[in-house]
């Protein structure tokens, strides 16, 4: 009983990364996709975006990922849910980091 005292405060802790955005995420090849954004935390810099074979893509924004729409550099609060875009990601492991994301409409 003592153990499981010790380790539910980590559990609890951990549970947001397993559980985040209420549902699965999936983790797909390096490449270039397009989607709908599903989800945008500002707070994480992170989005969710839904690809047209249904996966779910989780993505925390690095401070080298590029922001684009219409050819210019633009701020992330320009992301909204429901917009659609374009998004070149590294398969890092069981990660995925965004090198790119532009903005399509």
Known sequence: MKIAKLFMPALVAAAPLFYSCGEKTDVVESGTYQGVIQEVEPEKTEIYV????????????????????????????????????????????????????????
């Open 50 to 105: 839904k690809t047209a074979d249904d996966k779910v893509l989780e993505l925390y924004f690095t401070d080298s990922t590029t922001l684009t729409k219409n050819g210019e550099t633009v701020a992330f609060d320009q992301l909204k849910e429901g917009g659609k875009v374009e998004v070149q990601v590294e398969k890092v492991g069981q990660r995925l980091d965004p090198v790119a994301v532009t903005i399509l409409e």
